[in-house]
């Protein structure tokens, strides 16, 4: 394994002040979103709308990474440049989406496990040879009476640092996604006991089996109420228990964390960021890989407007450039 070059990767993906992009929506999602704005799912039309993404004027200053998905690392933009390469030529570093997906954890009803582990490798160094230096894996959780069971936390644990293990062999950071779902009516609080439980889990897992753990990144979900809750969690009170939490369970050598959005509103997960990083010295560095608080706006403007790819990709500029700033605790809202 060579050490060297996946912290020298984690470290350009963490450099102040910039985050990660994840435009890595699988094509099913992806169309899902298009669906609810009127706009047709076709290859096309994804390839056009991720060329807008990737070709954002002035995006480098804020992001140091997207995440792709398979169709996308192969697409190229309509003069016949691959995606890839447009990033690269902006020091932007490319990852990639390697999960398949979730499946249903047959010992117990509600949980979901994740897969994609046959062939990884092989996977992996095509991705690689496409200009791939990170990989994201993503499992989900959801907060219940029920769920997630000890046996699921456990199986997707131990398929984490399989795919981790992997991705340090082939000189590949990988981001460890485990993602506490937003849905429901669950309290701040018990979504700070099934994240606290499942992160002790995660990382008691990925140590037993020697994963390089300044060579990796977590990404996670943030403390908070579930979006049925009569009580919404105010900024302050996200940041408090997430920092306690990770402080609690993350190993101070991780080479950084980085929060997904979720389905918080766009400004909601931008001042959620900016109360964590209020809280600064933290041991290990801390910003987003946003896809939706991103994407959100600049997709609506396209929807409407198709041929005004200018309006949405000053749409993606300002959302970055507002976690940008909240990266570093130095956002205002208007
Ligand atoms: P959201 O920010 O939309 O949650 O997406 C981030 C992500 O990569 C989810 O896997």
Redesign the pocket.
Known sequence: MNKEKLVETVSRLMAIPKGIL?I?ESTSTCNTRFEKLGIISSEENRRVYRELLVTTPGIEQYISGY?LYDETIRQKTKEGKSFTSVLQEKGIDVGIKVDMGTKDFSPHLGDKITEGLVGLAERLQEYKEMGATFA?W?AIYTISKETPSEACVQANADIFAEYAQICQNEGIVPIV?P?ILIDGDHTIEQCFDVTSRNLDVVFKTLKAKNIFIPGMIL?TSMVISGNESLKLSPANDVAKMTIKCLLKYVPKEIGGIVF????QEDDEATRNLNATNAHSPLPWPLTF?????IQNKALMSWAKNPFDISTAQKLILVAAKANSLARMGEYKTT
């Open positions: 994840a890595d995440i994201k993503r996604e993602e990404k997904l959005s979720g389905g890989s946003y896809g939706r608080a």
